[in-house]
């Protein structure tokens, strides 16, 4: 739903299916990244730290005033004047 990659660290908006669970999609993103991220950079290894942070989202409207933060992290970090300067992130709702 939305993500932003940040100089070191991301974040990620997800839905889960009724299936999902957290923890499996998060291996899955964090695994395709850091092969794709491997390869570009040439290089090897872990690329992520083991864990992570989550915090469940119960409502809409929650929804897309945590995508409006998240997509925010880099002008509240000070590596953009805009969030359209941002190179590294997308939203469904933007």
């Given amino acids: 739903m939305a993500w932003v990659l940040m100089p070191d660290h991301a974040h990620w908006l997800i839905e889960l299916g009724a299936r999902d669970s957290l923890a499996q999609v998060v291996r899955c993103l964090k695994s395709a990244s850091a092969r794709a991220a491997n390869l570009v950079l040439s290089r090897r290894g872990a690329l992520w730290a083991p864990a992570y942070h989550d915090h469940a989202l119960r409502d809409e409207e929650d929804l897309r ?30």
């Fill in 65 to 94: 005033a945590v995508a409006r933060y998240l997509i925010g992290n880099p002008v509240r970090a000070g590596l953009v004047a805009q969030v359209g300067d941002y190179p590294f992130w997308n939203a469904v709702w933007l």
